[in-house]
C-alpha cells in the first residue's frame, strides 16, 4: 500500500538527513522524496511517497513527528490533492517516427524541448500515472534516458470536502 | 466524574540567574550550565575542546568537572548520576575519537530514554569538511542515537541552542541531546544572555490523557477477571511512582515490573510479581500470559520482555499508557490507548476507577489473585547450593546483610545482571540502575561512580561480570582520585557467562571464544595497584565478611567473588518462543502441568 506524506519541516541543517535517516534506520521504504522551498524561508516541504507494506503508516507518522524540526504531517489521498511530477524523456526518433512521436507528446501534454539527429526529448508535467502511460508508449521506440524529479503534491481546498471528513490530517 | 486532575506536569527545573555580558562561547557554554542547574559533569579534554576547558580554569564558576580515563566512562557516569537523580547528566569530549567514544552510552541514554547532554569539541569552520586531524561527522554520526542534535554554525546561537537542549533532553521522553562546538567559536566572543522563552514549533512533548481513553480504561479494569499491572522504564523517568503505587492499591491487581522499572514499585510489595521475559519468574510469566487485560504502564513490549508476539498474552487486551505516542501500537496493538504524562494519566485514572459503582468494580479477581500467589508459592527462583559458590548465593547475601540500607545497585550486562535482577530485593525508585535496551557491557562500573557522586553517602554496589568489569575498569582510577567509594562487585566466573550459557543450549556446546580466565588479572592486585581496597571470596563462608568490610571500608573497593561457571540462569525463554516455552533445570521442571 502507497501512501502520499506532505511534510512540514523547519529549513534547519540537517534536516533532509534527519528524516531520510529515519526511514533507513526503521526501515521504512521511500518510493520517491522531493524537497523544496515554500511560501515562508525558513519553512521547506517535503513530499514523501512511502511503499507501506511492512509499517503502518500511522507508525511513520508518528515517528516523523518525534523529530524536533518536523512541523505537520500531512497524509494526501488522490482524491484530496493535486499531485505533480515532472518528467524529462529522450526517446529514439527516426526522422520517418519524428511526427508520429510529437503527436503522442500532445496527446499527454508533453513538449518537445530538445531534437537531435536521430532522438527527440520530452518533458512532461503531468500526474505521475500520465507519467507511467506516457513512458509505456514510448517505450517501443526506444527510451534512451530518462528521469524523473519525484512526486509534489499540494492539498485541495475544496471546503466540501474538508467538511465531510474526507481529508486526513494526521496529527 | 472527572478525567481531569490538578497535579501539574514535571516542570521545566528553574533556570539559575548567571553572569552575562561579553565572553567567548566557551565561558558561555559554562554560563549555560551553571543556568540549568547543572553542578557537575563528567569529560577529558583534547585539541578541539580545548577552548572550553581554557575557560574552565579561567573563569570563576560552580560546576564541576570530573576527568575520566575513558569518554565512554564519562557518558556512563553522567547516566549513572542521571538515573539516580531524575536531572540532566552532562558529559564532555573533544572532537574526533572523543566524540565517537561516545557512541556507545549515548547510544544506552537513547534506548533507555535517559536524559543527558553531550558536548563535543568540533575542528574549526573552516576546516569542517576537509579531513582535517580529529575530524569526524559527529552530528552525522549521532543522528540516529540522540533525541536530537546541534552543530553551532554561529556563536550567538550558543545561549538557544543548550536552552532548547536541556529543555528537549528532559521534557517528553527524556533522551540524549548532542552539541557540537567547533573551536573557533568556542573562542570568538559576543553579548551573552541566557534566553527564558523557548521556540520550539516542532516540539509539543507534554500531553494530558485523553478523558474518554482514561474512563474507558478504568471501565476495562473493573471488567476484567484477570487484569496484570505490566509496568516498565518509562514511570520511574516520569517519576510517577507515587502515583503508581496509589494506583496498583487501588485496583488491587498484580504487578509485573520489567527489568527498567525494578525499584518503581516496591519489591517486597504482596502485590510485586517482579521481572517478567526471557529470565523472569514463572509466576510473572504466566500472569502476563493468562491475563486477560495488559495494564501497560510506560512499557513498551520489548522483544526480551515478550518473547515471540504472537503468542505473548494471547487473550489480553491491551490498556497501554506512554508519552510517546510512537509506543502505541508499534510493537503491540493497543485497544486502549492513552497518551500522556504519567504524573497526570495515573492519578486520573485511580479516580475513574473508584468513582465507578462498586459492584461495577469488583467483577471478582480474587479467584484469579489467588491462583497468582499459587504460582509465587509453589514456583520461586530456585538454585541449588552444591558445588562452587553460586552468584545466586551472593546476591541473597548482599540482598539480606544490607536490607535496612539504602543501596543504589548498578550492574554490568550477563548472567549476574539478570541474577541481580532476580534475586535482589528494591523499595526505592531509581536505586537499581542497569543497561536495559542495548545491553551495554562496561556499563556498572562508571554507572556506579556516577550515581556515588550524586549520593556521597549512600552505599553504591555495581554487581559486575569479570567481562564487564574488564570493559571499563580503568574508571578505578576515577574513583580513587576523587574518593568515590562505590563497591565493585565481580560475580567472576571467568567465562562470558552469558554467550557461554547459550553456546551450552543453543550451539552444541561449542565454547567459542567466551573462556576468559578467572586469575586473570587478579582482580585483588589490580584493585590494589589502583588504590583501591581489594577483597576475595572463594566459598560460602567468606561471603558475609568480605562484604561487611567493602560495605564498612568507605573506600573505593573490588570484590572478586569467585563463582561457578557452569551454573544458568533459568527461568529462560529462549529468544523468539513464546512465554509458554519457558525451559529450566532438569530438577527444577515439575512444574510443567501447573504452566500455562
Ligand atoms: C559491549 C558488549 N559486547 C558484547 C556483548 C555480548 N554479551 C552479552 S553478555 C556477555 C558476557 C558477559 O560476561 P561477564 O561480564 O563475565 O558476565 P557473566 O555473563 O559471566 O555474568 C557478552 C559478551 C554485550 N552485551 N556488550
Ligand atoms: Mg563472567
Redesign the interface.
Known sequence: MHHTLSVL??NS??VL??VA??FS?RGFNIESLAVGPTERDDRSRITLRVDCSQH?I??VV??L???????KVNELTADDAIERELMIVRVTAQPADRADLIRLGEVFGARVCDVGPTSLMFECLEHPDKLHAFEEILKPYGVKELVRTGRVALRKSTPERTRSGRMRVLA | MSATNPIPARPDTPRVAVRTGSMTGAEAIIRCLEAEGVDICWGIPGGAILPLYDAWARVEHSVRHILVRHEQGAGHMAQGYARATGKVGVCIGTSGPGATNLVTPVADAFLDSTPLIVITGQVPTHLIGSDAFQEADTTGIFMPITKHSYLITDVRDIPRVFREAFHIARTGRPGPVLVDIPKDLANATFDFSYPEEIDLPGYRPTQTGHPLQVQSAAEAIARARRPVLYVGGGVLNADACTELHAFAEAVGIPVVTTLMAKGAFPDSHPLCLGLPGMHGSKFANWAMNRADLLVTIGARFDDRVTGKLDAFAPGAKVIHMDIDPAEIDKNRKADVPIVGELRQVLPALTVAYLDLRAEDRIASKREWKDQVEEWRFKHPFRYRRVGPLKTQFVMERFRDLLADRDVIWTTGVGQHQMWAAQWLKVEKPRHFITSGGLGTMGFGVPAAIGAQMAYPDKTVINIDGDGCFQMTMQELATAVSYDVPAIHAILNNGWLGMVRQWQQLFHGERYSETLLRNDLPDYVKLAESFGALGLRAETEADVDRVIMEAVESRRPCVIDFRVDHEEKVYPMVPAGAGSSEMIDEPWDNDWVEDGV
Not at chain 1, 513527528?65 to 512541523?71: C, R
Open positions: 519541516v523547519e541543517p540537517g538527513a534527519r535517516g529515519l534506520r503502518s500511522g507508525q508518528k515517528q513527528y518525534k523529530l524536533i524540526n518536523v512541523l
